[in-house]
């Protein structure tokens, strides 16, 4: 309606008028003043609905698509653990939601479930693809790593407990996970897997039928060169691994939990003789390597006379027996400086020759070890004696031989080599024995 000039407000309304104004400017004035700082606080992605599974939208890099799926029980803890369940082939996350007992197992102890979910029509987990091999390369992996930080962020979640655990496809995936992100996952446990990269495709293809077949067979070193390939240059620690596999699998074949062993206790630096072998179920022959503890460095159960579909009821606590969950705190971790790295070297125009002791300063026994240093600019080893280089140049590792390959408590090895360089004829600063800083001098 348009007003006339007979109809507008004059005389006595417009000392009304101009205070009810300097009213609304006074009440713009105080939002104004704070609305930033409301918004400030605000730094955080809405949480989830308790005890419920929930889907989160819009959690970070996904180019793949993925879905997350979140359980958040009424009882999580501060900084609480993640756990990352992730499905079989056919199978979503709500059915590892409906099929697995994490979510209660949640509810008891505290910790955060995160269900990945594929939406491509097989509804399989891309472990084959050049990208998902490598990290940060894109496909599954990203997508997933995204709904670990979306989750670390709005709970803050304790990040050196973040775990993932999987079946068939999933276990694969939990296998690729370790190898992609290291420093993301302190652990996992993969249920009827196959090794990092052993679905390896080029041509698209998401299915390999030689590794299905367990018909892939390599050295320990070839298996755990090609986890370290998937993240070149680091060197801190690797997560621990729990492998299951079923004798009589007709998808994918039991030779392949064998290759599983010899991949992780490569990557670990372990011995591949079992340090305890036990029977903690009726047909169930479970194999730690490099400890004797529920967290071992890698513990493997095999289940005589049980096919592909193997995970049960009350596996799971297992599981985070293995995690470290289900205790009174989070898993202990390494005593600090557990070696003592000394190098001497000595050099000429083009060359120099290193000599390395490394001497066990912790209390349990070393069974199988890797050095890890990275040398400087323009230097490349062409020799080396009491241990296997490789690569040659950067980012180095030394793998113990055979007749050096334990240390006592408080006992010392020593090895060297012999390398080229452009200039710069100084020792690594920095060692890692088995994962773990050791200190210099």
């Avoid at 900084?79 to 056919?90: M, Q, W």
């Avoid at 990208?131 to 997933?144: E, Y």
């Amino acid at each position: 309606m348009t007003l006339s000039p007979h109809d507008r407000p004059r005389g006595p309304r417009r000392p009304a008028l101009v205070a009810l104004l300097g009213a609304l400017v006074a009440l713009l004035a105080a939002t104004l003043l704070t609305a930033p700082a409301a918004a400030a606080a605000d730094t955080k992605a809405p949480a989830a609905p308790r005890a419920a599974l929930t889907e989160i939208t819009g959690f970070g890099a996904n180019p793949s698509n993925l879905q997350m799926y979140l359980y958040v029980p009424d009882s999580v803890t501060a900084n609480p653990a993640i756990v990352v369940a992730v499905h079989y082939c056919t199978g979503s996350g709500p059915a590892m939601y409906n099929g697995t007992e994490y979510a209660q197992l949640a509810d008891k102890y505290g910790f955060v479930v995160v269900y990945p979910s594929v939406t491509r029509s097989s509804k399989c987990f891309d472990v084959a693809s050049p990208q998902a091999l490598t990290r940060g390369g894109g496909s599954d992996p990203v997508g997933i790593k995204s709904m670990v930080d979306w989750t670390v962020r709005t709970y803050d979640a304790d990040t050196d407990r973040i775990f993932a655990t999987g079946i068939s496809s999933g276990a694969m995936m939990t296998n690729v996970l370790l190898g992609v992100y290291p420093d993301v996952f302190a652990a996992g446990a993969a249920f009827a897997g196959v090794p990092f990269a052993c679905f390896a495709t080029t041509n698209g293809s998401e299915w390999n039928s030689d590794c299905a077949n367990g018909t892939i067979i390599r050295t320990p070193q070839a298996w755990g060169d090609l986890v370290r390939g998937a993240y070149p240059g680091y060197t801190g620690s690797r997560p621990r691994m729990q492998l299951w596999h079923g004798t009589t699998d007709d998808v994918l074949r039991y030779p392949n939990f064998g290759e599983e062993i010899k991949q992780w206790t490569n990557v670990h630096g372990v011995a591949q003789t079992p340090a305890a072998t036990d029977s903690p179920q009726t047909d169930w022959t479970r194999t730690r390597y490099g400890g004797t503890g529920d967290r071992a460095p890698v513990e493997a159960i095999s289940l005589q006379g049980t096919g592909h579909n193997l995970y049960a009821w009350g596996m799971a606590e297992r599981v985070l027996t293995f995690f470290g969950l289900n205790g009174s705190g989070p898993a202990p971790q390494p005593p600090a400086g557990p070696c003592k790295v000394a190098v001497t070297t000595n050099a000429w125009s083009t060359g120099l020759t290193a000599s390395v002791t490394v001497t066990n300063t912790g209390t349990t026994a070393v069974n199988g070890w890797r050095l890890g240093f990275t040398l400087p600019s323009g230097q490349a080893v062409t020799n080396g004696w009491g241990a296997t280089y490789s690569p040659a140049s950067g980012a180095v590792t030394a793998t113990n031989a055979t007749y050096n390959a334990a240390i006592a408590p408080g006992a010392s090895v020593s090895i060297g080599y012999q390398a080229t360089h452009t200039g710069n004829s100084a020792a690594p600063t920095a060692y890692t024995l088995n994962g773990t800083a050791c200190t210099t001098g």
